[in-house]
């Protein structure tokens, strides 16, 4: 059974920074794509960031030049490094891992940016 737990969220001024982490566990055959999306309260789920198997990145242009994902192949696990943080980053992030028959995601990590 697949799963992927993130951890990491939290509270942080804005400009601050933060580091989530997404472990993955269980058997995951042909990943086509690793990556980020969050949720804020009465918005519908967006993309943040994502890596292909080929290691190509790609970012939602709010956050280009101030998150970096990348991930850990030894540890299953995948990061969000998110810095200069701002109040409309807030929200619930979520961990997505794709292949081509499926779209695994994790339960949240909750990410609050105030002063």
């Known amino acids: 059974q697949v799963q992927l737990v993130e951890s990491g969220g939290g509270l942080v001024q804005p400009g601050g920074s933060l580091r989530l982490s997404c472990a993955v566990s269980?058997?995951?055959?042909?990943?086509?794509?690793m990556g980020w999306y969050r949720q804020a309260p009465g918005k519908q789920r967006e993309l943040v960031a994502t890596?292909?198997?080929?290691?190509?990145?790609g970012y939602a242009e709010p956050v280009k030049d101030r998150f970096i994902i990348s991930r850990d192949n030894a540890k299953n696990t995948v990061y969000l490094q998110m810095s200069s943080l701002k109040p409309e980053d807030a929200g619930v992030y979520y961990c997505d891992v794709r292949t081509t028959a499926h779209a695994y995601w994790g339960q949240g990590t909750q990410v609050t940016v105030s002063s």
């Open positions: 269980g058997s995951i055959f042909s990943v086509n794509t």
């Open positions: 890596e292909t198997s080929s290691g190509n990145r």
